[in-house]
């Protein structure tokens, strides 16, 4: 079992900056494919980034260029960082672990965090 809590979500304005975490524990997260997801208010919830086991990085097209997730394993911690932000972005982001490789679509998860709200003003 894998417990996760994310931080660093908040208010910023567009073209603003943030980066949020996602500290794990119970297991070590080296042996899970990472993967960040976000749900907007009325919308179903979207991958937004995934880092693999082996630290091959993949994203959702309206992210790339802006947003990037790295991992550091000997803190058990998963980052995104999330640059040139758009109201867009608005929603809350949840971190998520998978037992497998790639994976792009929410089912295909296996836990997950309880999410940080991350508003992006005009």
């Known amino acids: 079992q894998v417990q996760l809590v994310e931080s660093g979500g908040g208010l910023v304005q567009a073209g603003g900056s943030l980066r949020l975490s996602c500290a794990a524990s119970?297991?070590?997260?080296?042996?899970?494919?990472m993967g960040w997801l976000r749900q907007a208010p009325g919308k179903e919830r979207e991958f937004v980034a995934a880092?693999?086991?082996?630290?091959?990085?993949y994203y959702t097209d309206s992210v790339k260029g802006r947003f990037t997730i790295s991992r550091d394993n000997a803190k058990n911690t998963v980052y995104l960082q999330m640059n040139s932000l758009k109201p867009e972005d608005t929603a809350v982001y949840y971190c998520?672990?998978?037992?497998?490789?790639?994976?792009?679509?929410?089912?295909?998860?296996?836990?997950w965090g309880q999410g940080t709200q991350v508003t992006v003003s005009s």
């Open positions: 119970g297991r070590s997260l080296s042996t899970y494919t």
């Open positions: 880092i693999s086991r082996s630290y091959i990085t």
């Open positions: 998520a672990a998978r037992a497998g490789g790639r994976a792009t679509m929410t089912y295909e998860y296996d836990y």
